[in-house]
C-alpha cells in the first residue's frame, strides 16, 4: 500500500516529506509532477533517484539479503519474466503455493512517502505477503479469507499480509494488522487503479503511474505437513498484533550495521508495536525454519524479498525469478483485461467490498493445482529506468 497511509511513518520519511509539503494521513496528497532532471535527482524520482539507496549496503556486504543490482547513480535491476495480464492469471496464479511471495509495487511519483520509501530502498517493492494455500495441507492450514471466509474455495491461493489502513490497505482492521484475502482478487483489485485512486488525486487515473505485481516460488523447500504445522502455528502466534506504524528510522539505514562498533544501529523487534509487512514475512519465514534466527526480523524490508537482493534462505532453499504483470494503464487496455465498465468513473473506493472485487472474480471457483512453477519467458537482468 502506498507508504503515504503509514499514519506514523518513519521519522526520516516525516522528515523528507515535511519538505515537500504537508501530508494528511487520511486524505490522499496532491500530485507530483515527474522528475524530468537527466541526473534523476528529485525526490519523485523514487527508486531511480541518483542518490537512491545510499543508505544501505554496498553490493555483497548485507548479513540479511546481499545487494546484487549496484547502488546509487545506477537504476535498480530486476531478474524477472513478464507476462501479459490474462496470461499472468491462467498460469502463474495457479502455480503459488504456501511459503511464496508476492511483491507489491506502487508506483512512484504522487505520493511522497511512497517516493521517500521506493528512495530508501532502491527497489520498486513497497509491500510483500505471504502466500497461504488451505489445499496444500486441508486438515493442518485451516485459516481461511478473513471477510469473505468459506465461500472462497480452498484450492484458491490466499495471501497472508500486515497492512495499513487506507487505499488498497487492511480491510479488517482500519488501523491495519494481519489480513488473509484470495489472491486473484487482491491482485486484480491492487493492479486497477482506475477502482481505487482518490478522486482528489486524480479525476483521470490514467495520469497516474500504474501499479504492478510480481510473485516468486520457493525451490528446494518440501511442503510436508510438518512444514505447514510450522507455517500455521506461527500466522496464529501474530493472529492479533497491530500493524507497526512507527518502524525503526534505522531499517534503511544500515550502512555499517555489520561492524561490531555500530550494533546499535541492528533494530530489535518490538512485538506490542506489531509488523510492517517485510518483517512479518520475515516471521513466517523464521518460524518454518528457511531464515536464520539469529537475525532480527525488524531489519526486513520489502526489497529483501525481491531480485534486486539475494535473500540468504537457509538448508538450500532459493526464491525463483520474478514473475511480473503490469495493471491497466487505460480504460481501453482495462476493459481488455475483463475489468467490468464502470457505471460512474469519479465513484471511486480506497478498497472493494465486493467478495469478487473490482475485476469480478468468481471465489467460489477452484483453481487447478499446479505444483511447478511455469517455464518463464527467457527472464532477464532487467533496468527499469
Given amino acids: 500500500v502506498p507508504a503515504s497511509r503509514c499514519k506514523g511513518s518513519w521519522r526520516l520519511v516525516l522528515l523528507l516529506d515535511s519538505l515537500m509539503a504537508p501530508l494528511s494521513p487520511t486524505a490522499a496528497p496532491p500530485a507530483r509532477t515527474p522528475c524530468k532532471c537527466a541526473w534523476r535527482c528529485c525526490l519523485s524520482a523514487g527508486e531511480d533517484n541518483c542518490l537512491s539507496g545510499a543508505c544501505i549496503d554496498g553490493p555483497c556486504c548485507d548479513q540479511y539479503a546481499p545487494n546484487q543490482s549496484c547502488c546509487c547513480c545506477y537504476a535498480p535491476r530486476y531478474y524477472q519474466a513478464q507476462y501479459g495480464f490474462t496470461e499472468f492469471f491462467d498460469h502463474v496464479l495457479p502455480c503459488l503455493h504456501t511459503g511464496d511471495v508476492i511483491l507489491a ?23 510483500v505477503g505471504f502466500i497461504y ?39 479488517v482492521k482500519k488501523d491495519g494488522g494481519l489480513d488473509i484475502v484470495d489472491a486473484e ?88 508495536a506489531g509488523f510492517i509487512c517485510s518483517e512479518f514475512v520475515g516471521q513466517m519465514y523464521e518460524g518454518i525454519g528457511l531464515l536464520s534466527k539469529k537475525n532480527s526480523i525488524a531489519q526486513y524490508v520489502p526489497n529483501q ?15 525463483t525469478e520474478e514473475y511480473h504483470v503490469v495493471g491497466p494503464a487505460t480504460y481501453a487496455q482495462r476493459a481488455a483485461d475483463g475489468y467490468p465498465e464502470m457505471a460512474n468513473r ?40
Avoid at 192 to 208: I, R
Avoid at 235 to 258: A, E, G, V
Avoid at 359 to 371: A, C, E, M, R, Y
Wanted: net charge neutral; aromatic share 8%.
Fill in 305 to 319: 524479498f525481491d531480485t534486486t537482493r539475494r535473500l540468504l534462505l537457509l538448508d538450500g532453499v532459493q526464491l
Fill in 105 to 127: 509495487c506502487w508506483p512512484k511519483g504522487e505520493y511522497p512517502g511512497t517516493n521517500v520509501s521506493l528512495f530508501m530502498g532502491h527497489s520498486r517493492s513497497t509491500h
Fill in 346 to 385: 469519479d465513484q471511486r473506493q480506497c478498497v472493494s467490498t465486493n467478495p469478487g472485487g473490482f475485476w469480478g472474480v468468481d471465489i467460489s471457483k477452484p483453481i487447478l493445482d499446479l505444483l511447478a512453477p511455469p517455464a518463464s519467458p527467457a527472464p532477464q537482468m532487467l533496468s527499469m529506468e
Fill in 133 to 171: 494455500r488451505p489445499s496444500d495441507c486441508p486438515d493442518v492450514l485451516t485459516s481461511r479469507d478473513l471477510v469473505f471466509g468459506s465461500p472462497v474455495n480452498n484450492t484458491r491461493p490466499l495471501i497472508a499480509q500486515f497492512q495499513s489502513g487506507g487505499e488498497q490497505g487492511n480491510r
Fill in 185 to 272: 482478487t487482491f491482485m486484480k483489485d491492487y493492479l486497477d487503479k482506475f477502482s481505487h485512486t482518490p478522486l482528489n488525486l486524480a479525476q483521470d487515473p490514467t495520469v497516474v503511474n500504474t501499479p504492478s505485481i510480481s510473485v516468486r516460488f520457493l525451490r528446494n523447500v518440501q511442503r510436508d505437513r510438518a512444514f505447514c504445522e510450522a507455517v500455521q502455528r506461527t500466522l496464529t502466534q501474530d493472529w492479533n498484533l497491530p500493524f507497526n506504524i512507527n518502524p525503526s528510522p534505522f531499517t534503511y539505514i544500515d550502512c555499517c550495521q555489520n561492524l561490531p562498533c555500530c550494533g546499535c544501529m541492528v533494530v530489535n523487534p518490538s512485538l506490542k
